[in-house]
C-alpha cells in the first residue's frame, strides 16, 4: 500500500483544508477458467481491482473502487468496467454501485423465511444505469437507512431499515415495498437466541432460531410458523473446521476448511441440493495467492454465478 500527499482545488472542497491524504490499494487476478463461472468465457481472464481513499483529519473521506474484468473467449477479449463510491463523513455515509439494501441490513430472517431484500442490489432492472444508491447515518447506537436505484424516484426499488441495540437485545426493522420484517437477538440459554417475523409477497411468518455451545461444539436449531426448521453444528477438530447441516427439505450441508502439509489450505463444501466446491490454495507470500477450484453445479438450481468446471488463479494484492 502506497500513501501520497497532493494539494488541489477537489480535495479542498472535500477536506476544508490545502492538504489530504490519498490512499491507493487494490487487487489483481489472472486466471484460466473451463465452465466454473457462468457469464465467463472459458480460456484466460483477469480481474483488476483498484481503491482510491481520499481523506482528511475531520473525519471525511471518499473511496472510489473501480473494477475491470477482462476475459478471453472465443471471439477475443471482452472488457467489463465497474465502479462503487463511498463516502463517509461525520454525519451520514453514502455509497453508490452495488450496495446491501436498507431493508436487508438491518432486518435478520431465521433459516427458512424469504427474506427481504438483497445484499448485491444494482437497481431494479429498469433504469439505463446499472447502480444504486445507500444512504445510512447513526446517532444514539441506532442506525438509519435508506436504498434506491440510481434514479432515486422511490418507487418498489427503495428500502429503508433501522437497527440498534437496547439493553443488551439487537433489533432490526426493514420494509421494501408491501414487505416488511422486524428481527430481535440477544443472550440466553448461555447462547444466542433470535426471533423474526415477517411478511413478504402478502404470506407472513415467524421464526425462532436457538444458537447453544456444547464444549467445543457449537448447535443451532430454528424453526418457523410455516413448518420449516433447520438445524446445524459446528466445531474444530484437529485444527480443521467443520460444520454440518439439514433441514425440512431433506438438504445437508457439509463444509470442511483446514491447513494440509506444505502450507496449502484446503476448503471443501457439500450441499446435495446446490453441489459440491473444492478449493486449494497456497500463499506464494504475503501479498500474492495461488489457488485451483472445481465445482459441481446440480442440474435446475439458480445459486449463484459459477457452474459446473474449475478455476486457477494468482491473485496479487497491494
Excluded: C
Excluded at 16 to 23: E, F, H, S
Excluded at 63 to 68: D, K, L
Excluded at 185 to 190: I, Q
Excluded at 271 to 287: K, Q, R
Amino acid at each position: 500500500m502506497k500513501q501520497v500527499l497532493f494539494t488541489t482545488t477537489a480535495l479542498v472542497a472535500l477536506s476544508g483544508a490545502a492538504m489530504a491524504d490519498v490512499t491507493w490499494s487494490g487487487s489483481a487476478a489472472l486466471g484460466y477458467n473451463d465452465g466454473h463461472k457462468a457469464g465467463t468465457p472459458d480460456g484466460i481472464n483477469s480481474d483488476i481491482d483498484l481503491d482510491v481513499t481520499l481523506s482528511n483529519g475531520g473525519g471525511y473521506s471518499a473511496t472510489i473502487s473501480a473494477n475491470i474484468d477482462n476475459a478471453m473467449g472465443d471471439n477475443g477479449y471482452d472488457l467489463i468496467i465497474g465502479e462503487d463510491i463511498d463516502i463517509t463523513t461525520p454525519v451520514a455515509n453514502i455509497h453508490y454501485g452495488e450496495v446491501v439494501e436498507a431493508a436487508n441490513s438491518a432486518y435478520s430472517d431465521v433459516d427458512g423465511m424469504n427474506g427481504i431484500g438483497s445484499d448485491e442490489f444494482t437497481g431494479d432492472g429498469d433504469s439505463d444505469i446499472n447502480a444504486a444508491i445507500r444512504i445510512e447515518a447513526s446517532a444514539g447506537g441506532m442506525t438509519v437507512a435508506y436504498s434506491d436505484d440510481a434514479t432515486m424516484s422511490g418507487g418498489d426499488a427503495s428500502s429503508f431499515g433501522i437497527s440498534g441495540d437496547v439493553g443488551g437485545v439487537s433489533f432490526g426493522i426493514g420494509s421494501k415495498g408491501d414487505d416488511w420484517g422486524v428481527s430481535a437477538s440477544g443472550g440466553a440459554l448461555g447462547g444466542t437466541i433470535a426471533v423474526a417475523s415477517e411478511e413478504v409477497g402478502g404470506e407472513a411468518e415467524t421464526g425462532v432460531s436457538v444458537t447453544v455451545p456444547l464444549g467445543d461444539m457449537s448447535v443451532t436449531v430454528s424453526a418457523t410458523d410455516g413448518e420449516d426448521w433447520g438445524a446445524s453444528v459446528s466445531t474444530s477438530l484437529a485444527g480443521a473446521s467443520i460444520s454440518a447441516g439439514t433441514d425440512d427439505d431433506e438438504d445437508s450441508q457439509f463444509s470442511l476448511s483446514t491447513e494440509i502439509s506444505g502450507g496449502f489450505n484446503l476448503a471443501v463444501d457439500f450441499d446435495t441440493s446446490d453441489g459440491t466446491a473444492v478449493g486449494l490454495t497456497y500463499a506464494l507470500s504475503d501479498s500474492a495467492t495461488m489457488s485451483v477450484s472445481y465445482y459441481e453445479d446440480k442440474p435446475e438450481t439458480d445459486d449463484g454465478p459459477q457452474t459446473s468446471g474449475t478455476e486457477a488463479k494468482i491473485s496479487f494484492s497491494f
